[in-house]
């Protein structure tokens, strides 16, 4: 049984990889593979414990061939939003489309849930607030987070779910998947107090922000209080280079971890010989970050030795 078992899923595998790529040998592109990929019953029913055969049909593709499937309109398409509203006034307007989304998630069915998921994205691209845009979007996720046997496709509908109705809750508070992201994504200055100099600067790489830096040049050399590697920052054709070095330059910064860590989270460069680090505050972004006065929820804290309630409540 254990023999069979696992020669099963060793032959899912291989048949996804496989008649995906006969499938577009024959010039069909990702979601036309995915669509037409047959598997015999007994390899998939009630199998798909982790992702969907067409999901991984779509990284197969992805894989092998990249991300152009051949229809040229992806080359260079319209803007997400600018196209929302052209397909939204091509079928008549907001409130027609309103209307049709609501009536196919009325009606149900698997075709009828996914036109509504589709109808009430554009909606919602439009405006995030519709409110009957959030609703039908809801409950067509949720049903068919309730009828797939993939554990991260379920997921991903049911947590759409949750954050139209605003239940997606965070120590009470309901919270969006993007604000998650945020909290999640947003370095503890715990942390950065303790790490190197060169993992703190090479997140600030990520900060950048092209058009600000656009144009600009700096250079200055970094050292942070108790430890002996000196970093050389460069700013050059809107990127940072970051290398050690072994002695000053001319442009140099002592920081201790503490206002290292604060430069990082936005809290301003030291007052102290901080000037290089102010102007190179200048060319950043930290839009994408948890603002620094704002207290981040405990729940998404270290779990540590304390009961750990991880504040999803559905």
Same mark, same amino acid.
């Given at each position: 049984m254990v023999r069979d078992a696992l020669e099963r899923s060793v032959? !899912? =595998?291989? &048949? &996804?990889?496989?008649?995906? /790529?006969?499938? @577009? #040998? !024959? $010039? *069909?592109?990702?979601?036309e593979a995915a669509e037409s990929i047959y598997l015999p019953r007994d390899l998939r029913e009630a199998r798909e414990g982790y992702g969907q055969v067409e999901s991984h049909v779509r990284q197969v593709y992805n894989g092998t061939v990249g991300w152009f499937d051949g229809e040229v309109y992806q080359i260079n398409p319209l803007s997400v939003k600018e196209e929302a509203e052209r397909m939204v006034q091509a079928m008549g307007g907001r409130a027609a489309v309103r209307e049709m989304a609501t009536q196919a998630v009325a009606d149900g069915g698997l075709a009828n849930w996914r036109w509504g998921l589709k109808l009430t994205s554009l909606l919602l691209t439009l405006d995030p607030a519709d409110p009957a845009a959030r609703a039908a979007h809801a409950t067509a996720a949720r049903a068919l987070g309730q009828r797939t046997d993939s554990a991260n496709a379920r997921g991903f509908y049911i947590t759409e779910a949750l954050?139209?109705?605003?239940k997606l809750l965070v120590q009470g508070q309901p919270q969006t998947m993007a604000g998650l992201r945020t909290f999640l994504g947003t370095p503890r200055a715990e942390r950065l107090v303790v790490i190197p100099v060169e993992q703190n600067l090479q997140f600030v790489r990520? *900060? &950048?922000d092209p058009r600000k830096a656009e144009g600009q040049r700096l250079a200055f050399t970094i050292a942070v209080e108790g430890e002996p590697q000196i970093m050389r920052v460069q700013l050059r054709n809107s990127v940072l280079v970051i290398t050690p070095v072994a002695s000053r !330059?001319?442009?140099?910064?002592?920081?201790?971890?503490g206002e /290292? #860590? +604060? @430069? =990082? *989270? $936005?809290?301003g460069a030291p007052a102290k010989g901080g000037e290089p680090l102010a102007e190179l505050d200048r060319v950043l972004d930290r839009s994408r970050l948890m603002p620094p006065t704002m207290t981040r929820p405990g729940v /998404? +804290? +270290?779990k $540590?030795?304390?009961?750990y309630n991880h504040g999803l409540e559905h």
């Open positions: 032959d !899912s =595998v291989q &048949i &996804i990889h496989d008649q995906a /790529l006969r499938l @577009f #040998a !024959s $010039g *069909l592109g990702p979601r954050q139209m109705e605003g990520y *900060l &950048i !330059s001319e442009r140099h910064v002592d920081v201790t971890r /290292l #860590a +604060d @430069f =990082v *989270l $936005g809290k /998404l +804290d +270290d $540590g030795a304390r009961e």
